[in-house]
């Protein structure tokens, strides 16, 4: 479903990555002109015959909205108002459109909520058979706090581990991918991202099958924490999720979904922290709203398990 604030607008799309044709292609009723990029290796091409242009070019279009479909939206919008866009035309999309599913909610389908609980009760199993220590983080955190459960309108697993604990982890991978259920007509894939030889981030992603429409598309990422300055960073995979350390250098334990799980220490604290009013259910929400900081862009590499 398209938001109102962007059906029936003429949309350039600043970011023409993976999300951003992901975005594209998923919502193929959007009046999208063009793609702004600052790859000069993307400019001048296309995407399903949409052109890449230079940021520069955006000034002479004429256009409702600028949407920024990349992690880097702090620099973004001011490089863009340094063109002498209008901020009031600069809008960043609800996460959820950008997630695999675009849009759709996962948790709010039967089938592939069962799922999802069956795979976290075997994640936490597993993991505690194998002495790998991850850590419920973000929304998953907020659900099971708030509503003992998975959010409906949430669009993925958020799950940490620190710095320490990731290799671990990384080294256990295919027993853990091999221990986790498979529903018929699902297949789950396994990826690595990595940027500067350093793996940052795992997603396990459960799609449906060829032929078949059996689950709401979802996924489980696995953020690596660094500690720096005080804080516990989301490090080394586009924009840069941050909290105070003390959530992170020890855990708390929660019962959740039937299981034990570790939460970050002072759990509450650290929600109202990321969402301020935490107790207050809200949809649709953008990367703007969470606290972060943005590191110079860095290119992350895939690698399939």
């Known amino acids: 479903m398209i938001p109102d604030m962007l059906d029936g607008k003429r949309l350039i799309l600043f970011g023409a990555g993976g999300a951003g044709q992901g975005f594209l292609s998923h919502f193929p009723a959007l009046d999208v002109l063009a793609f702004a990029d600052n790859d000069p290796a993307k400019q001048g091409t296309d995407v399903n015959g949409v052109p890449v242009i230079l940021p520069d070019a955006i000034v002479g279009m004429s256009y409702d909205l600028v949407v920024i479909t990349t992690g880097w939206w702090k620099s973004i919008s001011t490089q863009l108002q340094a063109l002498g866009v209008p901020s009031e035309k600069i809008t960043l999309p609800p996460k959820n459109m950008l997630a695999i599913h675009h849009g759709q909610h996962p948790f709010s389908h039967g ?16 993991t505690a058979s194998l002495g790998l220590c991850i850590c419920l983080d973000f929304g998953t955190l907020l659900g099971a706090y708030r509503d003992g459960n998975f959010i409906p309108w949430d669009d993925d697993i958020d799950l940490a581990l620190t710095e320490d604990d990731f290799p671990a ?30 793996a940052a981030a795992v997603t396990i992603t459960f799609l449906n099958a060829s032929s078949h429409e059996v689950i709401i598309p979802f996924e489980i990422g696995f953020l690596r924490r660094v500690f720096e300055d005080g804080k516990a960073v989301t ?24 299981r034990n799980f570790n939460v970050p220490h002072k759990a ?27 590191p110079s862009y860095q290119k992350s590499l895939k690698s399939s398990l």
């Open 169 to 198: 982890f990384l080294h256990s991978l295919p027993a853990l991918k091999a221990a986790l259920p498979i529903l018929p007509g699902t297949v789950a894939n396994v990826s690595v991202y990595s940027t500067n030889g350093v």
């Open 235 to 258: 490090k080394g995979y586009g924009t840069e999720f941050i909290a105070p350390e003390i959530h992170f250098r020890s855990y708390d334990r929660f019962f959740f979904l039937g």
């Open 111 to 126: 089938t592939t909520r069962g799922f999802a609980t069956e795979i976290m009760q075997r994640l936490a199993d597993t």
């Open 268 to 294: 509450e604290s650290y929600l109202r922290f990321i969402y301020g009013d935490w107790e207050t259910p809200k949809q649709n929400t953008t990367l703007a709203e969470y606290p972060t900081q943005e």
